[in-house]
């Protein structure tokens, strides 16, 4: 790219001069005008027939700032007559404006880069946005497909019910309708899907940190139990007071706090604000083991399948094939294996972690005046029910995972391709 410098008119003859950008410019042109490296100025004449007029040409050539910048050059022109020099004064100083033209160029870089920052920033935070949907939307899609059984494992838990699984069904059907089995579905969807939501990023957050910190080509086992057990940890601290809520409002007497805002309002007022995390210990225990489990089995799993002759058949299809898939071919595992995989990690989490399960749930039923520590709380659920009331509502418990698991992998990874999440 060239520049025109003109300077002042000269009855004799119009000096000026070209900006040329070295790095673009015709390599023949450089090397007529200098073969030499252009760092300092470099002088070049000819002359022409008749009465003896010489041409002088200097170049100078812009170094690398420490912004990165590369320079052109700038090529000025003067004549002089029989050997005299011109006047001078019908040439800028070059270098002048060399300089003059480098800050444009520099300004017109930085300029460029501040707007990539900001498209770059914008994009990420999009890209965020959408990963955090797909964790909600597949939150919102599972619990609401298990609610029924979620119910009964609360049944269980909270109010100690004694009576088989069938007999508990018939009863919450007789007393309260089909709508029974959804109660406080509402309260769990608002917990349960920023806590998804949370979780799912998280893992792959801090899995893709570890990864990069480690310099390996894939993430191994450990760093995928750890990301997990992070994961667990991070979604509960910012999750807790929301399933404390709804674990009060489904305890006997809580249908008499008006709902959530009512439930809130009942525990800052008789219990203070940090009654809200009841349970945040064994929560925190409960959730770095799940966490790791979950994720890091399906992980492993996954991880098997793609390295698999088949599965590296099914992925060389997916990229050979990549414009015609629909958002379902283009799960990696497939639908049916994402469920199973889904499937087996939440009941492998779930009967790993079970025990704590019913802790925290008794933790967050005791008011201040019989309140016990996490440790208390475990001595006394075995002294009245001995081992197996540490897995009370176990059964039903894997029967809601199951599906739940199965249900959040798959959408959580469908919507990660509809969303187009990076």
């Not at 070049?44 to 010489?54: H, L, Q």
């Not at 870089?109 to 990420?124: I, P, T, W, Y």
């Not at 064994?282 to 966490?291: N, Y």
């Not at 659920?381 to 039903?396: C, K, M, S, T």
């Amino acid at each position: 790219m060239a520049h025109l410098i003109k300077t002042e008119p000269c009855d004799l003859f119009c000096p000026g001069g070209l900006f040329l950008d070295i790095d673009s410019a015709h390599a023949s042109f450089i090397s007529l005008i200098s073969p030499k490296t252009y760092s300092e100025a470099e002088r070049v004449s000819c002359f022409s027939w008749g009465r003896r007029r010489t041409v002088s040409f200097e170049i100078f050539r812009r170094e690398r700032r420490a912004s990165g910048t590369v320079g052109g050059g700038f090529l000025s022109l003067s004549l002089s007559i029989n050997g005299s020099e011109g006047d001078q004064s019908y040439v800028r100083e070059s270098q002048e404006i060399l300089g003059q033209h480098e800050g444009k160029i520099s300004d017109r870089s930085d300029g460029c880069k501040e707007k990539e920052n900001v498209q770059m920033k914008g994009a990420g935070a999009m890209n965020v946005t959408r990963h955090l949907w797909a964790g909600a939307v597949a939150a919102m899609v599972s619990r609401t497909f298990v609610a029924p059984l979620e119910r009964l494992k609360l049944e269980y838990i909270v109010r100690g019910e004694q009576k088989n699984l069938f007999e508990l069904i018939k009863e919450i059907a007789t007393s309260q309708g089909l709508k029974g089995f959804w109660k406080g579905n509402f309260v769990n969807i608002l917990r349960t899907a920023p806590f998804k939501a949370i979780n799912f990023y998280a893992y792959d957050t801090y899995r893709n940190h570890l990864l990069r910190i480690s310099g390996n080509e894939e993430t191994t086992n450990f760093e995928r139990f750890v990301a997990g057990a992070a994961a667990g940890i991070t979604a509960t601290l910012l999750c807790l007071p929301m399933d404390t809520i709804r674990t009060v409002m489904v305890a006997p007497g809580g249908e008499a706090l008006g709902g959530v805002v009512g439930a809130f309002r009942h525990m800052i007022r008789t219990e203070g604000f940090f009654s809200l995390y009841k349970g945040l210990v064994p929560s925190i225990v409960s959730m770095a083991p799940s966490g790791a489990v979950f994720y890091g089995v399906y992980d492993i799993l996954k991880s098997a399948y793609l390295h698999s002759p088949e599965g590296r058949k099914r992925i060389q299809h997916m990229k050979e094939q990549a414009q015609e898939l629909n958002a379902l071919e283009q799960l990696e595992l497939g639908p049916i294996r994402t469920l199973i995989y889904g499937a087996i990690a939440g009941c492998a989490a779930e009967a790993a972690t079970y025990p704590f399960e019913v802790v925290r749930r008794q933790l967050q039923m005791q008011v201040r005046a019989t309140r016990m520590n996490a440790l208390a709380t475990c001595v006394k659920i075995v002294e009245q029910g001995g081992v197996p009331a540490l897995y009370a509502g176990l059964i039903p418990s894997l029967l809601q995972v199951l599906p739940s698991a199965a249900i959040s992998y798959f959408v959580y990874e469908f919507m990660k391709i509809v969303l187009k999440v990076e």
